[in-house]
């Protein structure tokens, strides 16, 4: 159902069953899948690759202009995946020249007020709370929660099934796996209650917890508890993709635990 109280411009392709809720905007150079709900006031505006079965709510805004000096009016896209739950008031701006795009990938719930930076790479299954603030190029891997207010520094990575506490500043890279709180922001735990929900058997958490422990609780600098993990834990993908996380990082990593620091 398209309602007579919308405006769609006559260049937009709109899919199957879509529906479009009064007062909403739809500009010519946008793309939207089967199935979607585009509720009243949302704005989609020109570079907005929206896929199928999305929920994009009151006064959202889709592939706004990059929030970046930088940007001088280049041609740029927000892509946005399947299935995604975009609540009131969230801003989801497109690229810039740096990567040309905004991506956010499938099965996303992005709640009321979060704001997704020009050129952010967002994964799939993550949730983030209300008034999230990610800067631009921040890439947030798949599976990952970030706590309501909190604030993510332009190039952070935040690596897959990572949960960033509720109000944390986020200024270096949280590794895959982990758990973060505390100011500064620090290593808390594995996120072991996610990872189990998700189908990694005990083996596989035991694993990831012994390479953390190295890691974040042994006093050991970053790339010596990588060669120390390499030398010390079976070779499997989760092993594997935290040693490569932490050394391709250019921000640096999150500080270790407090334990780290006491013992």
Avoid at 154 to 160: A, F, S, T, Y
Avoid at 208 to 235: K, M, W
Avoid at 248 to 255: A, D, H, L, M, T
Wanted: proline letters at 4%; aromatic letters at 6%; glycine letters at 12%.
């Amino acid at each position: 159902m398209i309602s007579n109280l919308a405006f769609i411009h006559p260049d937009a392709r709109l899919g199957r069953d879509v529906t479009v809720e009064p007062f909403a905007y739809i500009a010519g150079d946008v793309v939207i899948g089967d199935g979607c709900w585009i509720g009243p006031g949302a704005v989609i505006h020109d570079g907005a690759r929206i896929g199928r079965g999305c929920r994009i709510h009151t006064a959202a805004s889709i592939a706004c202009l990059p929030q970046d000096l930088k940007f001088q009016g280049e041609y740029s896209t927000a892509e946005i995946g399947d299935n995604n739950d975009i609540r009131e008031y969230v801003t989801i701006s497109r690229g810039t020249r740096s990567r040309g795009k905004t991506v956010v990938g499938d099965n996303n719930l992005l709640m009321a007020y979060v704001h997704i930076a020009h050129d952010d790479v967002v994964g799939s299954n993550c949730v983030i709370a209300n008034r999230v603030s990610l800067a631009g190029e921040v890439e947030v891997g798949d599976w990952c929660v970030i706590g309501g207010h909190a604030a993510v520094h332009q190039w952070v990575r935040i690596g897959d099934h990572a949960m960033i506490q509720g109000g944390s500043l986020v200024g270096k890279d949280i590794p895959p796996y982990a758990t973060v709180g505390n100011e500064p922001l620090r290593f808390a735990g594995v996120n072991k209650i996610g990872l189990s929900r998700r189908g990694f058997s005990a083996e596989q958490i035991g694993v990831i917890h012994d390479a953390c422990r190295i890691l974040f609780q042994s006093g050991l600098n970053y790339l010596t508890g990588c060669e120390e993990v390499e030398r010390q834990i079976p070779q499997t993908p989760e092993r594997d993709k935290l040693v490569t996380f932490i050394r391709e990082s250019k921000r640096g990593v999150c500080k270790p635990s407090l334990t780290a620091i006491e013992e």
